[in-house]
């Protein structure tokens, strides 16, 4: 079983849909959770950043984490066509040094006018 | 802004050649990181480094090597490419103990 799973899709909204993206992992040691966005054949780009439960909105974006059910979500609200991308989330535990992150594989999401 | 750049965006080999990926960070991050990223599989670290100098294996680190000799600039070494190291790269990079990671846009590579 993989330490984060994470639905490939893809998923394909209408233009001004609420768009939920969905991440669960199975290590209650990790802290810190972040998404982040990859355009095709770019690098990704980090979108959001949280430490342990709780929400945190940025614009359209929320990112919420539910440490109990190790469950994250990031949530899009009036989706653009711009916002067609891959998603990833991301997590790691904080070791002290360089942290390494874990990552899903990413849901494909496609906004369509 | 943080800026972190890759020497090549796409490149083809042969088997056998030895391939260096260069990457460069512009933002004196002490932590710098080379992934690669593969249908299905997502994103799995490789090597990375905290300091000039240091390395440390991430999860698959067989059949490359790294090289950080300036803060600025970590290279990743395939000794002889292989098919199976048909990839895409990314380099990262992150300061201090931070937990987020900046990366670079990323070499296709293709191993005939």
């Known amino acids: 079983q993989k330490e984060v799973e994470q639905d490939p899709g893809p998923l394909s909204v209408p233009e001004g849909a609420i768009v939920s993206l969905n991440c669960t992992y199975s290590n209650s040691a990790f802290q810190y959770f972040m998404w982040y966005r990859q355009y095709s054949r770019k690098g990704p780009e980090l979108l959001m950043y949280t430490y342990s439960s709780g929400n945190k909105e940025d614009g359209r974006f929320t990112a919420q984490v539910d440490k109990s059910s190790k469950y994250i979500s990031l949530f899009i609200r009036d989706s653009q066509p711009s916002d067609s991308a891959t998603y990833l989330c991301?997590?790691?535990?904080?070791?002290?040094?360089?942290?390494?992150?874990?990552f899903g594989t990413g849901t494909r999401l496609q906004v369509t006018l | 802004d943080v800026k972190v750049t890759q020497s090549s965006r796409y490149l083809v080999k042969r088997t056998g050649e030895k391939v260096f990926l260069e990457c460069v960070q512009d933002?004196?991050?002490?932590?710098m990181f080379w992934y690669r990223q593969d249908p299905g599989l997502g994103l799995r670290l490789i090597y990375f480094?905290?300091?000039?100098?240091?390395?440390e294996k991430g999860d698959i680190p067989e059949g490359y090597s790294v090289s950080r000799e300036k803060k600025e600039r970590f290279s990743l070494i395939l000794e002889s490419a292989s098919t199976n190291q048909t990839s895409m790269y990314l380099c990262a990079s992150s300061p201090g103990q931070s937990e987020t990671q900046y990366f670079g846009p990323g070499t296709r590579l293709l191993v005939l």
């Open positions: 933002m004196d991050h002490e932590n």
């Open positions: 991301a997590m790691s535990r904080n070791t002290g040094t360089a942290s390494k992150l874990t």
């Open positions: 480094s905290y300091d000039v100098k240091m390395k």
